[in-house]
């Protein structure tokens, strides 16, 4: 094998290299002398363990990816591919760290609409945090990685609005929300994987889908309405990503 691997590396030398060695063999071959058949034997053992030794590891290399694409580790995050999810996401975080905060205050109907955006998001941070070392899913670590990431620039953006307006914004998850992070410190393996899918991946980011839409439809306040529509793709991606991963688990693909 590794011969023939050697004779497909030819195509990576040189061609005055390869004209030279060419020339080369076939003066040993015309004139097999004692001298050049000694050579020709050396020349023989050198090209071959020249020849494994360079294609050990792309030999190895070509192993590790094909590992990972059978097992769909790293390559797909529901049926977006990881890079594809990656880019969404940089545009998303991009987007939301955009906004400019204003200094003007919020009427009691906006303050209470933050503090809905505030909430939701923290119990997405949380819940998606304990997931990061839970989970055994790659697919799921990876969508909980997302997770954690949006709700780190959107909560870091809230509390940039919330000091420009003189707004206090909660601290401390809801009753609720602790809840659901105890119920997860319980669990493991599949079972867990498919609780923080179920509660954080698609209900929890149908409740933060509908609060970006009341949001973007009923905020009189410039910042907070731009705060959502720069959001709320990036909710729905996550969304719809989370109800795929949701689908490979119970069909046994979310490796």
């Avoid at 975080?93 to 809905?116: C, F, G, W, Y």
């Avoid at 003189?166 to 929300?177: A, E, H, K, Y």
């Avoid at 698609?202 to 720069?230: C, P, W």
Wanted: charged residues 20%; glycine residues 8%; aromatic residues 4%.
């Amino acid at each position: 094998m590794c011969l023939h691997m050697g004779r497909r590396l030819i195509g990576f030398i040189p061609s005055q290299t390869v004209f030279e060695t060419r020339c080369y063999l076939r003066k040993l071959i015309e004139y097999p002398t004692k001298k050049h058949k000694t050579m020709r034997t050396l020349w023989s053992a050198v090209g071959l363990l020249v020849a494994c030794m360079m294609t050990t590891p792309l030999l190895a290399q070509q192993g590790q990816q094909g590992r990972e694409t059978r097992s769909g580790s790293s390559a797909m995050v529901g049926k977006l591919s990881k890079a594809d999810f990656d880019n969404q996401n940089k545009q998303g975080a991009a987007a939301v760290a955009a906004i400019a905060p204003s200094k003007n205050a919020l009427s009691q109907a906006d303050n209470a609409l933050m503090m809905e955006v505030a909430k939701g998001g923290m119990m997405q941070l949380e819940l998606s945090r304990i997931a990061m070392q839970k989970a055994t899913s790659d697919q799921v670590r990876q969508l909980a990685q997302a997770e954690v990431d949006e709700q780190t620039g959107l909560s870091n953006k809230l509390k940039e609005v919330a000091s420009a307006k003189g707004v206090t914004l909660p601290t401390s998850v809801d009753p609720q929300t602790q809840e659901m992070l105890t119920k997860m410190q319980s669990l493991s393996g599949e079972e867990f994987d498919r609780f923080y899918v179920m509660e954080s991946g698609v209900n929890g980011h149908q409740k933060l889908d509908q609060v970006m839409a009341k949001v973007e439809t009923t905020a009189s306040d410039a910042s907070l309405k731009g705060i959502a529509s720069a959001a709320h793709p990036l909710v729905r991606t996550h969304l719809q990503v989370a109800q795929d991963v949701q689908n490979n688990i119970k069909g046994g693909s979310a490796k």
